[in-house]
C-alpha cells in the first residue's frame, strides 16, 4: 500500500494565520508613502539635472538677444587700458587644478599685483564677463580672424601685471603671442590622474548644479558667471562641442593635458618658459623670475588649505547668487499674488 502523506489544511480567511500575513493599510501606506516620495524627489532632481545639459548652438540667435538684451549690464564697466609702465610680465598657462590660485597667491607675495586669477572673471568688483564671452566668441566662434590682440586682452586686464588660472590657459596661445616679453609659467601636477579627479569633482560637479543652473536665470549677475564658464570657456577649453561637459572632461581630460603641455613647449623658447610643479616651491619660481626668495618665515602659499579651496568659494558663489536668485524668484512670485488680490479687488479680474 501506497504511502499517505498529510498537508496541513489551508488557513481560512479570518484566521490568526491569514491575518498574520496580510499587513495592515496603515503600515502600508507609512511604508510606501516615503518610498514614493524619495523615488519622486530623485526623479524630480534627475530631470532638473538634465536641463543644465540641453545644449543650444552658441551662435544661435537667441543667445545674442540674451547677451545684448535681456541680461545685458545696466551700467557696464568701461574698458580697462594698460599704463605704460605697468606691462603684463607672467603668464601662468597651467590647466585648472594646477596649483593656479597658490600660484596667483605666491606671485602677489613677490610683487606682481595684480594677478588675475579665473576668480576675477566672476568675483571682480567689475562685471567684466560679458569682455570675456567676447573673447571666447573671437576665439572659438569667429568665421574671420582668430587673433586676440594686447589691446583687446587690457580691456579686462589692463590692471594686472600676472595671469593664472581660466584665462591664461583658455587662451594660452593667444596670450603668448598677444605679450611677447611676458615671462611663461608651465603649472602642472605631477599626478595626472589626481588632477582628472580634481577637475571631476570641482570644475563638473559645478556644470551639474541644477540648482545654479536655475539661478542663472534668475539674477543678471549669476547668469553671466554660468555663461561666460559653463557655456564657454569649460566647454570651449575640453571641447565640449555638444556642451555636455562631464562627458567631454571623461573623454577628452587626460588626452588634453598631455596635448596642452606640448602645445605650451612648442610655442615658448626655453628661456621664456618654466616649467613648474606646486611643490617646486619658492626658488625656482624666483631664480626664473629674477626674484629675491622670501624668508623662511615666508612659507609657500597652499590655497586649498589656507582659506578651504573650491568648497569656500562655492559656498560665496551661493551667498551671492544662488540664493539671490531664488529671492528673486519669491520677490517676484508675492509681486504677482498682490497684483492678482488687487486686480481683483478692483474689479478688473
Known amino acids: 500500500m501506497a504511502a499517505s502523506s498529510k498537508q496541513n489544511p489551508a488557513p481560512e480567511a479570518g484566521s490568526p494565520k491569514q491575518q498574520a500575513k496580510e499587513p495592515h493599510p496603515a503600515h502600508t501606506t507609512g511604508t510606501l508613502l ?5 523615488k519622486l524627489t530623485t526623479s524630480t532632481l534627475k530631470a532638473l539635472a538634465s536641463l543644465t545639459r540641453i545644449h543650444v548652438p552658441l551662435d544661435h540667435p537667441i543667445w545674442h538677444f540674451l547677451e545684448n538684451h535681456l541680461y545685458a549690464l545696466p551700467n557696464p564697466p568701461a574698458p580697462r587700458t594698460r599704463p605704460p609702465n605697468k606691462p603684463m610680465q607672467v603668464i601662468c598657462v597651467g590647466l585648472p587644478r594646477s596649483g593656479t590660485e597658490s600660484l596667483q597667491q605666491a606671485l602677489i607675495t613677490l610683487g606682481y599685483d595684480h594677478t588675475y586669477h579665473g576668480w576675477d572673471i566672476v568675483y571682480d568688483d567689475e562685471i567684466h564677463s560679458p569682455t570675456w564671452v567676447q573673447l571666447a566668441r573671437k576665439k572659438w566662434y569667429s568665421p574671420g580672424d582668430t587673433k586676440i590682440t594686447a589691446e583687446e586682452f587690457d580691456t579686462v586686464l589692463g590692471h594686472s601685471q600676472a595671469v593664472t588660472d581660466a584665462a591664461a590657459s583658455c587662451f594660452a596661445a593667444e596670450m603668448i603671442a598677444a605679450y611677447p616679453d611676458a615671462k611663461v609659467v608651465l603649472n602642472m601636477r605631477r599626478d595626472v590622474e589626481g588632477w582628472h579627479k580634481s577637475v571631476m569633482n570641482t570644475l563638473v560637479k559645478a556644470n ?6 536655475i539661478a542663472s536665470w534668475l539674477d543678471r549677475e549669476c547668469f553671466w558667471a554660468w555663461h561666460v564658464y559653463e557655456r564657454f570657456l569649460w566647454t570651449g577649453l575640453f571641447r565640449s562641442l555638444d556642451g555636455d561637459l562631464t562627458t567631454a572632461v571623461e573623454r577628452n581630460g587626460r588626452g588634453l593635458y598631455t596635448e596642452h603641455h606640448a602645445m605650451i613647449r612648442g610655442l615658448v623658447p626655453k628661456e621664456r618658459l618654466l616649467e613648474w610643479y606646486i611643490d617646486d616651491g619658492w626658488e625656482p619660481l624666483c631664480k626664473f623670475l629674477g626674484k629675491p626668495v622670501p624668508p623662511p618665515d615666508v612659507p609657500f602659499p597652499h590655497a586649498n588649505a589656507a582659506n578651504g579651496g573650491w568648497k569656500t568659494r562655492e559656498e560665496q558663489c551661493n551667498k551671492r547668487w544662488v ?27
Not at 327 to 347: A, E, H, K, P, T
Open 323 to 349: 540664493d539671490q536668485a531664488f529671492l528673486n524668484l519669491i520677490m517676484g512670485g508675492l509681486g504677482l499674488i498682490l497684483l492678482f488680490c488687487g486686480m481683483r479687488y478692483m474689479g478688473v479680474w
Open 208 to 213: 551639474q548644479s541644477w540648482a545654479f543652473w
Open 34 to 38: 516615503p518610498t514614493t516620495l524619495l
